[in-house]
């Protein structure tokens, strides 16, 4: 009897070490934690109204307002409102992992609590620092600019047909034609070519001629 409730003894510290050690594995791994990217706006908002170019004129710079001096702490160079978003995120990532929340005042305010990677002392990489996303999106880069073919030297009237006409359809098509390209000009074609003179100034005569044919790369689009 007293072997099996030492057995059992033993199986039942075994359990609970084991319980333990999940415990502290699930602890482990859930330690390290950074603030939501929606907390970082939160504090930017309360700091610079979410201004990356800001200079306040007090000595506090761009959307998470540092001071160069704790700027120069995290490693920034040159003035943080001249630095872009990408970069103040980082240098704000990398200060809380140094010290918290302590050094915002805005912080306090909105009664943030530190997370656990607050205080951790681990440098950041900028990767880790990606998600706070806070800068405005990059300006969509613009597709390059169709380049105009020669003008076929023919003015195109209804029920013509030719290469050139179907050219010009499928240039219409970035404004939302939706032609096949068939290259005959019947009763769509007649009213793109009015929707582009009537767009451009030239006289709406429905024939595709010079003017209408540049109007279609370099023209104003059709209303």
Sequence with gaps: MGKHRLRRMGVRALLIALVAGAVQLVTTT??????????????RMCESSNRYTVNTRTGYYGAYQ??????????????????????????AL??????????????????????????????PTYAEAAYIGGGPAPAPVPPPAAVMPPWPGLVY??????????????????????????GCYYQKTQQAVL????????????RLG????????DGKPPR
């Design 30 to 43: 859930s330690a390290f934690a950074d603030p939501a990217a929606s907390t970082w706006l939160k504090l």
């Design 66 to 91: 540092f001071d160069l001096p704790t700027w120069r702490s995290v490693g920034g160079q040159g003035r943080p409102d001249q630095a872009s978003p990408a970069e103040q995120d980082y240098r």
């Design 94 to 123: 990398y200060l809380y992992r140094m010290r918290g929340w302590q050094p915002w005042e805005c912080a306090g305010m909105l009664s943030l609590r530190d997370d656990g990677d607050a205080r951790s002392k681990r440098v």
């Design 157 to 182: 009237a209804y029920g013509d047909c030719a290469p050139a006409l179907r050219t010009f359809q499928l240039r219409m098509n970035a404004f939302g034609y939706g032609f096949e390209g068939t």
């Design 195 to 206: 929707d582009l003179q009537r767009a451009n100034g030239i006289n709406d005569s429905g």
């Design 210 to 217: 010079p003017k209408t044919w540049k109007a279609a790369w």
